[in-house]
């Protein structure tokens, strides 16, 4: 069985369809990537997933069992954790206060522990622990954003664009924390526009273009297909 399972998926905003029968699954273990351009659909894929947009029909499926009518709080107790686009930090509270609340959903210690294994992953955040993240560089605020969503302990990690805005050298960083995440086991479904660094480390791909999959494959696959070339590679 699929760890998720995402099946016929339209989502509309008024009367402006985003998602068109949108189709795609993850097994447990792998990191599966999204691509697309700007408006594609891939943050409301995202946003669906988590249970902050009700599909217009289709169904989202963890380990078999339907999502959508759990409510966004539940999908996290249940072991789905997204870092959104744009990270979101919450700008007046200190690094360790947005730890702990990424561990909301569960007990004090345990919370606590995890945060031990957050700062031993991040030594950046560990020596800005008491800083308030608002002062944070771009990308310790993204490193920040992925630590909050690890604190809940998830199974499923949905990172959107995790890269954006950040300078070459620092998204070379986000990107071996993301190996790091895979080495601990842990699934992800990975929206990027950096399309070349997230084959590389993905397992599979889908294309999204306009509110449909338009090709889907093996990261080895997309990387050498001509239409992924020509769309989303660009040259060297
Ligand atoms: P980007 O890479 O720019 O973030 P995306 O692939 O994530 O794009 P979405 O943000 O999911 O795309 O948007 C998909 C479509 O839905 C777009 O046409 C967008 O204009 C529309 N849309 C998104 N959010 C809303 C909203 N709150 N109300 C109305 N339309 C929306």
Sequence with gaps: MNLLEIEKLDVRYGHIQALRGVSLSVSEGEIVTLLGANGAGKTTLMRTISGLLRPHAGDVKLRGKSIVRVGADNIVRQGISQVPEGRRVFPTLSVAENLLLGGYTRPTAEAKGSMQRVLQMFPRLAERRAQYAGTLSGGE????????????????????????????????????????????????LLVEQNARMALKLADRGYVLETGRIALQGSAQELLASPEVQATYLGKE
Excluded at 144 to 161: F, H, Q, V, Y
């Design 141 to 188: 605020q993204q490193m920040l954003a992925i630590g909050r969503a690890l604190m809940a302990k998830p199974t499923l990690l949905l990172l959107d664009e995790p890269s954006l805005g950040l300078a070459p050298i620092i998204v070379r960083d986000i990107f071996r924390t993301l190996r790091q995440i895979r080495e601990q086991g842990m699934t992800v």
